[in-house]
């Protein structure tokens, strides 16, 4: 992508957060909303960081606010937003335990991730060995009984992090948004307790309608940060598959078998 209205970003590539209107050739982006992209980064990593990349950066400098010399747990350290967070968290000094299949802990150590297998391990008593004191922060993609063991896994000050997505949440009666209101409604009362540690809900889009100067602005910086780590080779995001755009169908059926690691990107 080009622009061309605004002075800045003449002649430079760009990329944009969009919620729908993504899987075309060619798009109408206010130009607030774009970000440029570095030289030195190819347009494919580039695509595989627009979302995964300021998830995982606003996770984990926004919301837990980590630091150096601290210690976090990371759920499916080998996923799309997981494998970034985790890498930002090892930039940023921080030590990571992270769960996945034992197929990914080869992977995961090569980086530096303490790993713990999910379907084989009990977690918390793993991470408890791993980290007897607790854990700074948790960051959670499952929900459920999961987001109760991250809570528990904390050190006073920790916070536990949330991006469960809305299919995740679904409750035992097939209703999403009420699975999504227990979430809520956990994370309220475990923020209302004095307690010492703070449970957030992480949705990338937050603000963007009623602070959308406020919400644009975070972006761009955030965005533009990623692409500074990319450029630098410190930051390596995940590919599974780079289609064409005109197999589409395909790309959805690979995202639907759930065995791509990684992104997989559309080519126009």
């Given at each position: 992508m080009t622009a061309a209205a605004d002075p800045a970003l003449v002649g430079q590539r760009v990329a944009a957060l969009t919620k729908i209107g993504g899987w075309t050739t060619h798009a109408?982006?206010?130009?607030?909303?774009?970000?440029?992209?570095?030289?030195?980064?190819?347009?494919?990593?580039?695509?595989?960081?627009?979302?995964?990349?300021?998830?995982?950066?606003?996770?984990?400098?926004?919301?837990a606010r980590v630091r150096a010399g601290q210690t976090i747990l990371v759920h499916g350290a080998n996923g799309?937003?997981?494998?970034?967070?985790?890498?930002?968290?090892?930039?940023?000094?921080?030590?990571?335990?992270?769960?996945?299949?034992?197929?990914?802990?080869?992977?995961?150590?090569?980086?530096g991730i303490t790993p713990v297998d999910y379907r084989t391990e009990d977690v918390p008593a793993r991470?408890?060995?791993?980290?007897?004191?607790?854990?700074?922060?948790?960051?959670?993609?499952?929900?459920?009984?999961?987001?109760?063991?991250?809570?528990?896994?904390?050190r006073r000050g920790g916070s536990v992090v949330s991006y469960v997505r809305v299919a995740s949440a679904v409750d035992g009666n097939g209703s999403a948004m009420l699975g999504v209101l227990?979430?809520?409604?956990?994370?309220?009362?475990?923020?209302?307790?004095?307690?010492?540690?703070?449970?957030?809900?992480?949705?990338?889009?937050?603000?963007?309608?009623?602070?959308?100067?406020?919400?644009?602005?975070?972006?761009?910086?955030d965005l533009g940060a990623v692409f500074d780590l990319l450029a630098s080779g410190?930051?390596?995001?995940?590919?599974a598959a780079t289609l064409p755009l005109s197999q589409i169908a395909d790309a959805m059926k690979l995202a639907e078998t759930r065995t791509a690691v990684g992104k997989i990107v559309l080519i126009p």
């Open positions: 109408i982006i206010d130009t607030t909303d774009l970000v440029a992209v570095p030289d030195e980064v190819d347009a494919t990593y580039a695509e595989a960081v627009v979302t995964n990349g300021i998830t995982a950066w606003q996770m984990l400098h926004r919301k799309g937003v997981g494998s970034l967070l985790a890498q930002l968290a090892l930039i940023a000094g921080v030590r990571v335990i992270g769960t996945a299949s034992s197929q990914h802990h080869e992977e995961l150590r090569a980086l991470v408890r060995e791993l980290a007897p004191g607790g854990v700074d922060a948790v960051f959670d993609n499952v929900g459920g009984q999961n987001l109760d063991d991250a809570w528990a896994l904390l227990k979430v809520l409604g956990r994370m309220w009362w475990w923020n209302t307790v004095p307690n010492g540690r703070r449970a957030y809900f992480y949705n990338l889009w937050a603000g963007r309608t009623f602070t959308r100067g406020r919400f644009t602005a975070r972006l761009r910086k410190q930051l390596s995001p995940r590919i």
